[in-house]
T-cell receptor
């Protein structure tokens, strides 16, 4: 079965600081990887995705993530956060050809102005 | 293009009752998945429907069921409600069938409170 681990569930940082959220997954085959964001009072939105190709993927709002197959990781980064990045971030994985998403527990990120 | 819509947005039920939640996918999307979100368990996959057939099922008891109609709209039903069923129920739709078609788009959810 697929499983996803996210650490540091609560992150507090100041504006302009850099953000890195870790994501490790467990799955025995080819995977698709995603980062979703849930802003306060809003629904889950896709930040970025990896299906194949360049392991460094860029998403919306200046976010990027790197897929490291040997480490089963898909870490999310943003060089300089803004107050508007305050949200909960979820890493998710599904097996290729399978719509069943397994989510991590999420990272609650608070950016202080 | 309109997003995924879910109705109702909020529901309050009592233990033992049953409830039906509805989801309308993005136009053209044929796959609909349901997820339960709780503070303790996070986001958990319930089931997926594609072309009116259940294609995937998560580890939930048989009280949780669903169906999909020919226009891809989906409903999920929970019978004999328990307090632990209080959660945000999310619906997600995707195109399916092509290389980048596994991206799922989520609706706003239905907040179910069981008292």
């Amino acid at each position: 079965a697929q499983s996803v681990s996210q650490h540091n569930h609560h992150v507090i940082l100041s504006e302009a600081a850099s953000l890195e959220l870790g994501c490790n997954y467990s799955y025995g085959g080819t995977v698709n990887l995603f980062w979703y964001v849930q802003y306060p009072g809003q629904h889950l939105q896709l930040l970025l995705k990896y299906f194949s190709g360049d392991p460094l993927v860029k998403g919306i709002k200046g976010f990027e993530a790197e897929f490291i197959k040997s480490k089963f990781s898909f870490n999310l980064r943003k060089p300089s956060v803004q107050w508007s990045d305050t949200a909960e971030y979820f890493c998710a994985v599904n097996g290729y050809g399978n719509n069943r998403l397994a989510f991590g527990k999420g990272n609650q990120v608070v950016v202080i102005p | 293009k309109a997003g995924v819509t879910q109705t109702p947005r909020y529901l309050i039920k009592t233990r033992g009752q049953q409830v039906t939640l509805s989801c309308s996918p993005i136009s053209g999307h044929r796959s609909v998945s349901w997820y339960q979100q709780t503070p303790g368990q996070g986001l958990q996959f319930l089931f997926e429907y594609f072309s009116e057939t259940q294609r995937n099922k998560g580890n939930f008891p048989g009280r949780f069921s669903g169906r999909q109609f020919s226009n891809s709209r989906s409903e999920m039903n929970v019978s004999t409600l328990e307090l632990g069923d209080s959660a945000l129920y999310l619906c997600a739709s995707s195109l399916d069938g092509r290389s980048d078609a596994y991206e799922q788009y989520f609706g706003p959810g239905t907040r179910l409170t069981v008292t």
